[in-house]
């Protein structure tokens, strides 16, 4: 990939089996931000979903492909984004699902919000005055809930949807940020990224979005993930507190 010259943002789409939605949602972000450039990062989707983005990276300068070889997570697929944002000289990144769910037209004032404020991470918030999720069943708002809680307090975080999946990071905060560093290979990846930019002081904040469940398509959320997430956090929150003394009263270490 190449960044259009103009270019300061890079819209970074994971995607695994994603062929019946890829196509509306790049157009979207098209349409919604056209200075950006966009990154899809598909693990060898049985599908095709890897053909269809080549087809639009064939006529639009604006958008390319990591192919990569098979199934390696959605942190995983991030952490490759993050690179390439790095390497091309971006200013800012986006995390975004290619499902559907994230609504592109929000990321104007995401971006804007972030230069406003300069901060280092703008997070599309369910779980604000504001926020909403529609069409989830209750079994994944509780998940939500009580995980975006339970994480919460172990990590003494004041972010209220620290799992959310839709977000724009000022590249330069990103630094350091790669597989040497990030132990997540599925969703608690969004909790690590997170909360390590937060307990390096960086300037985060929260912007209300409503969250719309898939209308094609399947989730790759399971039970394992979500295992994952409670016992890093749990760790995570221990560790912290055995460091703790007197950064603990402050929530930072
Ligand atoms: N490249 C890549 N993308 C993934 C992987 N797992 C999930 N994704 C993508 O991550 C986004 C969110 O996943 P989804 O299954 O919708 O999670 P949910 O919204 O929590 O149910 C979607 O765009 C998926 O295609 C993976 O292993 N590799
Ligand atoms: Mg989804």
Not at 201 to 213: N, T
Request: aromatic share 8%; glycine share 10%; net charge neutral.
């Amino acid at each position: 990939m190449t960044r259009r010259p103009d270019a300061d943002v890079l819209v970074v789409l994971p995607t695994y089996d994603e062929a019946g939605s890829i196509r509306a949602v790049i157009d979207r972000v098209r349409i919604a931000v056209p200075a950006a450039d966009v990154l899809v990062v598909d693990d060898a989707s049985p599908d095709g979903t890897g053909r269809i983005v080549d087809e639009f990276a064939a006529v639009d300068p604006a958008v390319s492909a990591l192919h990569r070889d098979g199934k390696r997570g959605l942190g995983s697929a991030y952490l490759a984004g993050f690179a390439r944002a790095r390497e091309q000289g971006y200013r800012f990144v986006v995390e975004i699902d290619a499902d559907g769910s994230h609504d592109p037209a929000e990321l104007l004032a995401m971006i804007a919000l972030a230069e406003a404020h300069a901060a280092d991470l703008v997070i599309g918030s369910r779980w604000i005055e504001g926020g909403s999720v529609v069409n989830w069943p209750w079994v994944r708002r509780a998940i939500s809930r009580s995980g975006n809680r339970y994480a919460g307090r172990l990590l003494r975080s004041g972010i209220a949807d620290i799992t959310a999946g839709f977000r724009v990071y000022r590249v330069t905060a990103l630094e350091g940020v790669d597989e040497a560093v990030v132990s997540s290979h599925g969703y608690c990846f969004q909790v690590e990224t997170a909360w390590m930019l937060e307990r390096a002081g960086r300037r985060i904040l929260e912007h209300p979005i409503a969250f719309v469940e898939r209308a094609s398509g399947r989730s790759k959320m399971h039970a394992g993930i979500v295992a994952e997430a409670l016992w890093r956090v749990t760790a995570w929150g221990v560790r912290d507190r055995l460091r703790g003394g007197a950064d603990a009263a402050t929530g930072r270490s």
